[in-house]
């Protein structure tokens, strides 16, 4: 796919010229959500479409996963998100004949996202065949104050002669969702072609509603419209699959037609239809109450909230400093208002990945909302804590005790059907603890608010089942899949072993603190202690002759990679089976460098430096989550420019379509990613320790940064220029420690903190990567 032409702006993401080559990756880019709904950036008139979608967060079906081998212990049935009633399209007629860019180019065609107002505003001139030409002009919202509602002002103004007006505005249901589903099963196709039954239909003068109910998941779901329509004839029809609203007006030059078009959502698992169906309609009710400009104004003020706490600067870059505002309102809208649901990999920005959420949400996502939106987190971690039963089937399933969270979902379940990448991949329990843990160490907030505390003692129990004391008493990890996909099922993953290792300390850590809850899950001093000692035996690979960590055992064994060959062969996985390259030294992604960020206290400075410049030029990146981890190591390192390289490919992947993926929906896990390569990268900041660190670095071709972080209830400013960095104290009357630079200081809201910058002392060059695989900035 092509990305669109953007321009740089620093709070605009605006495309001059409406190209319809792109607008499948424009429709990601310009994708609105809440959280709870979510629509795609497609044209008020549909057509032409990359892929249509309005999506609500938990909402999907259930489909057969066939195997051409059964296996114990093999999901057998797959998740996908569905589409739901789309209440997007406004179909413009001019004396008859229909708005189409394609059929008749308009004169004036773009399209803006306000990243303050968090609207979608689209201004087209267009010249139908009989000669009227007109303007129109709409805006699109996804409230980020009412969850349940989208709206969107949608004007027609006549220019320079008479001209018979209609607009068409629909709510339609029946759309085939593209599943994104890659299986010939002839099962698979029905189940998500046909989704939805339809159960109830509802007009009404201005509108009307719709109800569906899933077959298979028993999911239930209604859609509400209304519209106030100023200077045009109003008409509804309704149907088993659509609400049609028809406004017709015969309009003089000058004169205009305005539609303020209002869609509301419910779904529920157990609720009928008509519980569900009043929801919706409640929600369209209370934002024809609030009118079109008390929509606006709870956008804006919501965003006014976000800016003031997490805006991020950047002097220097106007194209990263465009692309890090976008990925900070992406990753707030992502989760703004969800409830009982996870983010999926695509969020509710399209159909990729099935709607799934992975290990990468816990990774990226999670520790980035706790530091900028703490009340979302918590509203994820919930959602992932009430999966624990499931979990604990799961574990059971592998025969193993404790819990095993699922490696792709959409309700807990497990429904990957390739077990090497995923239920070898027993890094996602500690993944989800850390997540869990970095929330309490952030917020300060008890454990149990999230119900964190039995995550960490199931997954703790889960490693003890699965990992091996060998007769020297070393502690071992067979057969696992670390974060890279193109090494699969080793033996001691280091990044696997050292993540089990903090799990199991962080579970020890977490009952010891809480003994009466720990004690009701069957916890005592014996385990907890049982969980040190094994901590403490973990094995972690060392090549003495190279000085570095292996990837796993015998990793710098392996055949290296024949890069210089293959440089036009990406991404690897498209150009050679995976028994050609399991086992030779080629990293589709940061494996063993994500642990010297996450674990980084398991590693000295040396070593940081040399396993870093090893596996540099070994990494390929044809994951979209590597630029990141590679920016942050790059800096902890200290080689900022290179950081900031890696920093650029993050932020842009989605606004330049970096992996060719952008169609399908937004990259979540990188979207907040992005913020955390700028943030724990050029910024150095940890939160792993009990005092919040920050270590600051400035790129040769930066004069300034500024971001903001929460941590322990109170907003910090952290600001960096040549000169030095100031910490400010914006809200919250208690004092902060912070350690800059290794040192210790007081930030009051009198006393903001400063400190010279250091210049940057890398102990090796800056690391060479494999040849054509530099980051793509």
Known sequence: ????????????????????????????????????????????????????????????????????????????????????????????????????????????????????????????????????????????LVSLAERSVCAVRYEVRVLDAPAHVVVRSELAAGEVTPSGVDNDDPRVAPALDEA???????????????????????????????HEVDGGRVDTHVDEQHVVTTVAADLSPGEDVTVVKVVGYGWSHDAGS???????????????????????????????????TADVEVDGDAELQQALRYTVFQ??????????????????TGIGYSGHTFWDVEGFVLPALTLLRPDAAARLLR???????????????????????????ISGREVSAYWPASTAAMHVNADVSR?????????????????????????????????????AGSWHLYGMTGPDEYTGVVDDNVFTNLMARRNLRWAADACERAPERASELGVDHAETATWRSTADAVHVPWDEGLR????????????????????????????????????????????????????RDDFTAEEVARDLDYYEARTVRDSSLSAAVQAVVCAQAQHPDLALRYLREAALVDLRDVHSGTAQGLHMASVGGAWLAFVAGLGGLREDHEDLEI???????????????????????????????????VRGAEPVTVVVDGARLSVTAATPVQVPLRAPTPLLEEPKQPVGREPRT
């Not at 339809?198 to 509603?209: D, S, T």
């Not at 025969?399 to 969270?405: Q, V």
């Not at 710098?556 to 991404?571: A, G, I, K, L, V």
Request: charge should be negative.
């Open 274 to 308: 008509d519980s569900v169906v009043g929801q919706a309609s409640a929600a369209v009710s209370s934002a024809l109450d609030l009118g079109w400009e008390g929509l606006v104004a709870g956008q804006r003020a919501a965003l006014d909230e976000l800016w003031a």
């Open 383 to 409: 959602w992932r804590s009430a999966t624990l039963d499931l979990a604990r089937q799961r574990a059971a399933t592998l025969g193993l005790d404790g819990a095993c969270f699922a490696w792709r979902t």
């Open 1 to 140: 796919m092509t990305a669109p032409t953007l321009d740089t702006d620093p709070w605009l993401v605006r495309e001059p010229r409406v190209d319809p080559g792109t607008l499948a990756v424009a429709e990601s880019v310009f994708s609105l959500s809440n959280g709870f709904v979510g629509i795609r950036g497609t044209l008020d008139e549909v057509e032409p479409f990359g892929m249509r979608g309005t999506y609500l967060s938990g909402v999907h079906e259930t489909h057969p996963l066939s195997y051409p081998e059964g296996g114990y212990g093999q999901p057998e049935e797959g998740q996908a998100m569905l589409t739901v009633a789309d209440g997007t399209p406004l179909r413009l007629l001019v004396d008859g004949v229909p708005l189409d860019v394609r059929e008749v180019p308009p004169q004036i065609h773009e399209r803006t996202l306000d990243l303050r107002a968090g609207t979608l505003d689209r201004h087209v001139r267009w010249t139908s065949p009989s000669g009227a030409s007109v303007e129109v002009t709409s805006r699109r």
């Open 196 to 226: 939805f039954e339809p159960r109830a239909q509802i007009g009404n003068a201005n509108g009307g509603a719709l109800v569906e109910r899933t077959r298979r998941s028993g999911i239930t779901v209604a859609a509400a419209v209304g």
């Open 331 to 348: 990753l707030f809208c992502s989760a703004a208002c969800i409830s009982g649901a996870p983010v999926g990999a695509k969020g509710l």
């Open 548 to 599: 570095v960590h292996p990837m796993n055992d015998n990793f710098t064994t392996y055949r290296e990679w024949p890069f210089e060959d293959e440089r036009n062969s990406y991404p690897v996985q498209e150009h050679h089976h995976y028994a050609e390259f399991y086992r030779r030294q080629v990293l589709k992604q940061a494996d063993l460098v994500q642990a010297l960020w996450w674990c």
């Open 695 to 729: 270590a600051p670095l400035l790129p040769s071709s930066l004069s300034r940064t500024v971001y903001h972080v929460t941590w322990r209830s109170r907003l910090l400013r952290v600001e960096t220029t040549r000169e030095g960095t100031t910490v400010t104290l």
């Open 435 to 471: 997540a869990f843990w970095l929330y309490g160490n952030v917020t300060g907030r008890d454990l149990d608010s999230v119900d964190g505390l039995a995550v960490l003692v199931e997954t703790a129990r889960s490693w003890m089942s699965v990992g091996h004391e060998d007769a």
